[in-house]
């Protein structure tokens, strides 16, 4: 039996920007099924087609679609259609969905932005599934959340997976230097914790393996669970992909406390929540101290990730839902 074709739709670069490097939508989203080995996958990135040929990618994208026919289309997108060169038409995506009959799976990853809830509710005429993560209720504020379904963020589990490597960091920061984020770790710092901290997509970038290396090295990271202005009055509270990522690398995820990651995951039994930098830096102290109870929540972490939260888990919910939607284009036609 031939294997389903999935064709993704999706920056090449952060943001569209080459200098900004490889976008973390680019080396987590299809590699996280392609690592399944039960589907064949292509990418079209208008970014990089925008870059080699000096020219829009929306006539060689519905040309791929005609070769290659895919069984169904998976979408990221953060600008509305039409307005840049780095996404397609309202028109291209009409024909895709409407004219070539190939679902559309659009997956969002921050509906907490009332701009991408904007962008998703004028893209619901032309998607079949619209997966969303971050906040369960991100779609509170979308005119027509009928196709929106909520979950976890999947990982390539060739990269996210406890390599058994020597913990020889106490405590990580990995990932953009946010201005809340830098005071908590200067806080860690001016205490005399010895915290190592880099990366961030659009500042000192790495690369996906290099993170993943250095999650299997930490004994604890520490992830935030806030988005936007810390000045929202009330905070937004999300739970963000670098949650699973050291979970899914076996360090202890000790975490700001917020209500969405306390949705999927139980606090103190499989990650530790802290409420103040004081109460963040007492945490570190004890379970740097107490080598047991850090493993053993870090294992039952890394444990529910695997088995509730996979890579295979998303990718079979998605085959599922677009199952529906084929049964209901052959009726149509």
């Given at each position: 039996m031939t294997q389903p074709h999935v064709l993704f739709i999706l920056d090449k670069w952060g943001m569209g920007r080459e200098e900004d490097g490889v976008s973390e939508w680019e080396t987590n989203i299809w590699k996280s099924l392609e690592a399944l080995g039960l589907t064949q996958i292509s990418t079209f990135h208008f970014d990089e087609y925008y870059q080699l040929h000096k020219e829009l990618g929306d006539a060689?994208?519905?040309?791929?679609?005609?070769?290659?026919?895919?069984?169904?289309?998976c979408l990221v997108l953060y600008k509305v259609p039409g307005s840049y060169h780095t996404v397609p038409t309202y028109e291209t995506l009409h024909t895709i969905n409407h004219?070539?009959?190939?679902?559309?799976?659009?997956?969002?990853?921050?509906?907490?932005?009332?701009?991408?809830?904007?962008?998703?509710?004028?893209?619901t005429p032309y998607t079949n599934v619209n997966m969303f993560t971050a906040l369960s209720t991100g779609v509170n504020n979308i005119a027509h959340p009928e196709t929106f379904f909520y979950s976890w963020?999947?990982?390539?589990?060739?990269?996210?997976?406890?390599?058994?490597?020597?913990?020889?960091?106490?405590?990580?920061?990995?990932?953009?230097?946010?201005?809340?984020?830098?005071?908590?770790?200067?806080?860690?710092i001016d205490h005399g914790i010895d915290i190592y901290y880099?990366?961030?997509?659009?500042?000192?970038?790495?690369?996906?393996?290099?993170?993943?290396?250095?999650l299997n090295r930490s004994q604890i990271s520490l992830s935030f669970s806030r988005s936007g202005d810390?000045?929202?009055?009330?905070?937004?509270?999300?739970i963000n992909a670098r949650t699973f990522e050291i979970m899914l690398c076996g360090a202890m995820l000790l975490e700001q406390y917020g209500i969405e990651t306390a949705k999927l995951y139980e606090p103190f039994i499989d990650y530790?929540?802290?409420?103040?930098?004081?109460d963040m830096l007492e945490k570190v102290k004890y379970y740097l101290a107490h080598d047991n109870e850090r493993m053993k929540v870090a294992k039952a972490g890394c444990q529910k990730t695997m088995t509730r939260y996979s890579s295979l888990r998303f990718w079979r919910m998605v085959y599922d839902k677009v199952d529906d939607v084929l049964v209901q284009i052959k009726k149509e036609v």
């Open positions: 060689a994208l519905l040309a791929k679609c005609t070769d290659e026919k895919p069984d169904f289309i004219i070539m009959k190939i679902p559309i799976v659009a997956i969002w990853g921050d509906l907490q932005s009332s701009v991408l809830r904007y962008v998703a509710d004028t893209l963020v999947p990982k390539d589990p060739r990269i996210f997976c406890d390599l058994g490597l020597n913990r020889d960091i106490p405590i990580s920061y990995i990932g953009s230097p946010k201005l809340p984020r830098v005071a908590a770790i200067k806080f860690l880099t990366g961030g997509e659009r500042d000192t970038h790495i690369s996906t393996e290099e993170y993943g290396q250095l810390p000045a929202d009055n009330p905070p937004i509270h999300v530790v929540p802290y409420s103040t930098h004081e």
